[in-house]
């Protein structure tokens, strides 16, 4: 009857401690001020996001270097309160994309953006895996990169197909 009792509040303690993940993930490492989006950002992966570091920004939104997977780490913004996560550029009114900037920054070493020359990247698209969609001899051709999952993919080639279809543009 002990053993089983043991075996019981042992059961109940792993599963609170797994269940409370979540909330400790951040729990002490993330400041007060940024608690809010924090709570958003693990609500929204679940539970499954680290919240590497928090910064201010410029804008007046909290900034967070989220790891999404091992080795993927990328810059998240919030609303003071919460309410609101989003990712991608944020531009200052003259154009500056303060997003760079604090990628840079914030993000480990191997998540960071490089610099890559066009020629660079050229070179590097000519030696993959490809393949021709259209005429070898159209006068416009697109190199494009797509996920057969991606909504987006199949509207831009909803939107190229017709160029392709009447020789002007080969992918």
Not at 80 to 87: E, L, P, Q, R, T
Not at 96 to 112: F, G, H, I, M
């Amino acid at each position: 009857m002990v053993k089983r009792s043991m075996r019981t509040l042992a059961g109940g303690l792993a599963a609170g401690l797994f269940l409370a993940a979540p909330a400790w993930a951040f729990a002490g490492t993330v400041p007060h001020a940024f608690q809010a989006g924090a709570k958003t950002i693990m609500a929204m992966s679940h539970g499954q996001a680290i919240i590497l570091k928090t910064f201010p920004t410029k804008a007046g939104l909290n900034g967070y270097t989220v790891q999404v997977s091992p080795g993927h780490a990328l810059i998240m913004y919030s609303t003071k309160n919460g309410k609101y996560v989003f990712m991608g550029g944020l531009f200052t009114a003259s154009g500056t994309n303060e997003s760079v900037r604090y990628a840079q920054k914030y993000l480990p070493a191997a998540d960071k953006p490089r610099v890559i020359s066009p020629v660079d990247v050229g070179t590097t698209v000519q030696k993959t895996t490809n393949f021709l969609i259209g005429k070898a001899d159209a006068p416009k051709q697109v190199w494009m990169v797509a996920d057969p999952n991606c909504i987006f993919c199949h509207l831009a080639w909803d939107h190229l197909k017709s160029y392709v279809d009447n020789g002007s543009l080969a992918i």
